[in-house]
C-alpha cells in the first residue's frame, strides 16, 4: 500500500478519535522521508455486541474496539426458531448496552454461513437457509453480521489473542464440532465456497469408533465431545458428562484414558498435515474439548511430529482452554472488522 493509501485511510480514522498517533517511532521505516510513528487504537471509541449461538445457550459479550470484555451474559434458547433466536439476541443487547448504543452487533454460529449473514446450513439448530443476520437486525438499531464460529473467533485471535504477534498461524477448535482456519497476515481464508477448514470428517483411521453420519474413524468420531463420550458409552455402558470424562482421564482411569490418547493423537494428525501443508509461525489449538490434549500432550506431539517433514522448521504449538464467552468475543471482531469498513 502506498503512503498517500495509508495517509487516505488512516485519516478520518484519526478525525473520529479511533486512531491516535503514539510517540513511538515505527520499524524498518524507510530512511528517505518523514518519520513514521506507530499509530494505536482508542478502545473506548465504540463497542460492539458478540453472540455465540449454541444448541442450548446464546452466550453474549460486551467488548471495545481493542477486545476489552466490558460485560457478559448468557441465555437458555427455549424455542429453537430462528424468530425466537433472533429475539433472544435482541433482547440480551438491550441488557448488554451502556448508555450509548452499540456501533455493531457481530453473531457467530458453527456451520456453513454465506458472506450475506444466511446459515445456510446448521446441525447445532437443524437450521437450513435462516437469514439470521436480517432477523437481527429487524430488531436492533445497529448493523449485524453473521458468521461462521471458527472463522470469527480465527479473527479474535489475530487481532486480540496470542496469535496478533504472528505473520500466520493456523486455528484448530475442539468442542462438539472439530474446526480450523488459517490465517495469513491478518487475513482469515474462508474458501471459495465459506468451507475452509471442515476438517471434522476427515479420515484419520481405516478402523475405530463411528460418527452420525456413518464414517468410521473420521476425526468427529475420534475427537468431538459427543464422539469421545459415544465412545465411552460403547466400552463401558454407562453415560458420563464430558468434564467427568476429562476428570478420569487426568487420573489415569481406563479406558478413559486410552479415548484421550486417541483422541489427542487424531487430532494431532490433522494439526502436522495441515502444518505440513502451510508452515505457519504457530498452531493454536483451542476450544471447550481441548482438555484430551492437554492431558495426553506427548501423544499429540508425536503425531503431529510424524505427519510433518522431518525437516521442517517447529511452528509454535499453544494448547488454550476457552469458555463460550470466547467465542462471542470473535463474533465481536467480525462486528468491529466490519464497522471499520464502513469508515472508509
Ligand atoms: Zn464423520
Redesign the pocket.
Known amino acids: 500500500m502506498s503512503a498517500a493509501t495509508v495517509t487516505r485511510i488512516i485519516t478520518p480514522l484519526m478525525q473520529q478519535g479511533v486512531l491516535v498517533q503514539t510517540d513511538r517511532l515505527a520499524k524498518n521505516r524507510e530512511q528517505r522521508g518523514k518519520p513514521a510513528y506507530l499509530l494505536d487504537v482508542v478502545g473506548s471509541h465504540a463497542e460492539f455486541a458478540g453472540f455465540k449461538v449454541t444448541g442450548d445457550h446464546v452466550f453474549g459479550v460486551l467488548t471495545d474496539l481493542s477486545g476489552l470484555s466490558i460485560g457478559q451474559i448468557d441465555t437458555p434458547i427455549v424455542h429453537r426458531s430462528p424468530d425466537a433466536v433472533a429475539d433472544t439476541i435482541a433482547d440480551m443487547v438491550g441488557v448488554l448496552r451502556r448508555e450509548h448504543p452499540v456501533s455493531g452487533v457481530g453473531v457467530s454460529i458453527g456451520g456453513q454461513v454465506s458472506p450475506e449473514g444466511v446459515v445456510l446450513r446448521s446441525g447445532i439448530l437443524s437450521w437450513t437457509n435462516v437469514d439470521l443476520r436480517q432477523l437481527v437486525e429487524a430488531r436492533l438499531p445497529a448493523p449485524v453480521t453473521v458468521s461462521n464460529d471458527v472463522g470469527a473467533f480465527a479473527q479474535a485471535e489475530s487481532w486480540w489473542g496470542q496469535a496478533r504477534r504472528y505473520h500466520s498461524f493456523v486455528l484448530v477448535t475442539m468442542g462438539a464440532g472439530l474446526g480450523c482456519r488459517i490465517v495469513v497476515d491478518g487475513v482469515v481464508q474462508e474458501g471459495a465456497h465459506g468451507w475452509a477448514g471442515s476438517i471434522?470428517?476427515v479420515p484419520i483411521a481405516a478402523t475405530g469408533p463411528v460418527?452420525e453420519?456413518g464414517?468410521v474413524g473420521?476425526l468427529?468420531?475420534f475427537a468431538s465431545t459427543e464422539g469421545i463420550l459415544s465412545s465411552l458409552r460403547l466400552r463401558t455402558g454407562s453415560e458420563s458428562t464430558f468434564p467427568e470424562f476429562l476428570r478420569q482421564a487426568a487420573l489415569g482411569a481406563s479406558p478413559q484414558v486410552d479415548i484421550a490418547r486417541d483422541a489427542a493423537r487424531a487430532v494431532g494428525r490433522v494439526v502436522g498435515i495441515v502444518a505440513a501443508i502451510v508452515d505457519p509461525d504457530a498452531v493454536i489449538v483451542s476450544g471447550e474439548g481441548v482438555g484430551v490434549v492437554e492431558i495426553e500432550r506427548r501423544a499429540f506431539d508425536e503425531e503431529v511430529a510424524r505427519s510433518r517433514h522431518w525437516m521442517s522448521g517447529t511452528e509454535t504449538v499453544h494448547v488454550q482452554e476457552i469458555d463460550f464467552y470466547a467465542w462471542a468475543r470473535g463474533a465481536a471482531a467480525v462486528a468491529v472488522d466490519e464497522w471499520t469498513r464502513r469508515l472508509e
Open positions: 471434522g470428517h460418527c453420519m464414517h473420521c468427529r468420531a
